[in-house]
């Protein structure tokens, strides 16, 4: 029995102080970790919001029809992508009332996040625009009006600023907020005949995968 005791004793002694070293290095380790955890976080750059493609709605200044502006934007790779917006005319609609359409190219110039807010893109655009005051024909008329002189189109340049914010299952809401300027040289020809140069601001958003 004094044996067994005297095993017991010893089993205590030298479990209770490995117990207090254990608790001693228990919090210097769990503030190692934390500070290694913290490196790593400022040695890795932050991962951006990739965005594949995006629906959007909104308005534009260059619409006189009162009419939403749609734009389906497509992104091939990460710093390039190519949208179409407007209206819907002759697609979802047949109103007369004057419109313009973008197609456009978007090259994004930088990103970055902002903690609590999302990631923001500023981006150039180039392609073209048609301006059309009427039912106007298939096609894009660039050298020109259409034969009922209700359609033309031009080149157009513009910048803007891209805003992502990832919503859930790798959806995010996308915001875009953009100026142009579109030189349309047939356009005092057209039967509402409009100016040669054609300034435009438009906000949409909408959600992107």
């Known amino acids: ?40 976080a400022k040695a890795e750059p932050p991962r951006t919001t ?13 619409n006189g029809n009162g009419r939403p502006d749609l734009c389906l934007e497509l992104s091939p790779v990460a710093f390039l992508s190519v949208e179409s917006c407007g209206t819907g005319s002759g697609f979802l609609h047949s109103d007369p009332e004057p ?3 973008h197609f456009r ?4 110039l930088a990103s970055f996040d902002v903690e609590r807010w999302g990631t923001f893109q500023p ?25 009922r002189r209700v359609a033309t189109a031009g080149p157009e340049a513009g910048l803007g600023l891209r ?10 809401l996308v915001g875009d907020f953009n100026f142009s300027l579109a030189w349309m040289p047939h356009a005092p020809e057209l039967i509402q005949p409009g100016n040669t140069w ?12």
Do not use: H, Y
């Open 198 to 209: 054609l300034p435009s601001a438009s906000l949409s958003f909408g959600v992107g995968f």
């Open 50 to 62: 990739r965005n594949f493609g995006n629906l959007r709605v909104g308005g534009s200044t260059a």
């Open 123 to 147: 981006f150039l655009a180039g392609g073209f625009a048609e301006a059309q005051v009427g039912r106007d024909d298939p096609g894009f008329q660039f050298k020109g009006t259409d034969r």
């Open 99 to 101: 419109e313009v359409a």
């Open 105 to 108: 190219a978007k090259l994004r």
């Open 1 to 40: 029995m004094w044996k067994r005791r005297d095993c017991v004793r010893g089993m205590r002694s030298t479990s209770i102080p490995a117990a207090l070293t254990l608790l001693a290095l228990t919090p210097s380790g769990l503030r190692a970790e934390e500070a290694a955890g913290e490196a790593r």
């Open 163 to 172: 805003f992502l914010r990832p919503l859930a299952a790798g959806f995010e």
